[in-house]
């Protein structure tokens, strides 16, 4: 049986994205929209997914949150504000965190077991943050990229679901286990070269079959792929907003963005998605029963 994939969603404003947020003036919030055009979508194909909600969108969207979580989706962190890791300390990052889970927990009644930084800012540089997520009582992150590009990366870190070694976090640690954060990486085209096929820009650009392709290579050694979106990359009404960013930015932001819902389309008529929660779940219980060892894993 090939393993179920993880499909996830960084819900926040468009205009906090990276590239964007030095360059929006008083933007057109479209952030309820957007999540309602991808629970039509998940709906229609009876697929759960994992949605990072940034903590000030569930303050001012409770009852948006709430419904995600009713149509029984989960719920994870993706930060307080949206500050990449390396604008934080390790001190305004346990901030960050306390303040998203509260957030989110006035939403939905629970707080997160999984947290997603906002532009994958988990790298040797902020390499503390796994102590905070562990010590503020998160289970998993979902944070790392193992492919260096231009923005964001971590070379040569592992590409399967692991067990974090807080003193050594981007070496595989085995499988995950119950007493451990567990790190799972968003995936990459493999093996040969890595490239990243796991969502955004990259997802927007490259045909669904070759999307597919790379999932389907993962899969065949054992791997859940992990792929990531965001809500408002399928609201074509955002590439209208877009007038004043240089054109770079629109480029990156918004090319392909009337097609994804399509693409998506039809990754999941194609493709078995289920949540990170639910893929962990599955991975800690395979260890366990098949005795897996830490040499067997994909990318060491
Ligand atoms: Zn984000």
Request: proline fraction near 9%.
């Amino acid at each position: 049986m090939s393993p179920t994939n993880a499909l996830s969603f960084d819900l926040e404003h468009w205009f906090t994205a990276t590239l964007l947020r030095e360059e929006t003036t008083d933007p057109v919030v479209h952030v309820e929209r957007s999540t309602e055009i991808v629970l039509d979508l998940l709906d229609r194909h009876d697929v759960t997914a994992t949605f990072y909600v940034v903590g000030e969108v569930a303050e001012a969207y409770p009852d948006l949150i709430a419904r995600i979580a009713t149509a029984g989706h989960e719920i994870g962190s993706h930060g307080h504000t949206h500050r990449p890791l390396f604008e934080l300390t390790p001190e305004i990052f346990r901030e960050e965190l306390d303040h998203s889970s509260d957030a989110l927990e006035a939403a939905v009644n629970e707080r997160p077991r999984g947290f997603r930084a906002p532009n994958f800012s988990v790298t040797p540089r902020t390499e503390w943050a796994f102590e905070t997520l562990t010590d503020a009582g998160f289970e998993y992150d979902s944070s790392v990229f193992p492919v260096k590009t231009p923005m964001y990366g971590v070379r040569g870190a592992p590409l399967r679901p692991y067990a974090v070694n807080l003193d050594a976090p981007f070496a595989a640690g085995g499988p995950p286990r119950p007493d451990a954060l567990t790190e799972v990486p968003l995936a990459v085209f493999h093996p040969h070269v890595r490239l990243p096929i796991a969502g955004g820009f990259y997802a927007r650009v490259l045909p669904a079959r070759v999307v597919k392709w790379g999932i389907k290579t993962f899969n065949a050694s054992g791997t859940p792929a992990t792929l990531y979106f965001h809500p408002w990359e399928f609201n074509p009404a955002v590439a209208d907003e877009l007038g004043d960013v240089s054109p770079h930015a629109r480029f990156i932001s918004s090319h392909g963005i009337d097609t994804l819902a399509a693409k998506l389309d039809s990754l999941l008529e194609a493709v078995e998605f289920g949540p990170v929660e639910d893929v962990i779940d599955e991975a800690t219980t395979c260890s366990t029963e098949r005795g897996v060892t830490p040499s067997e894993g994909v990318g060491q």
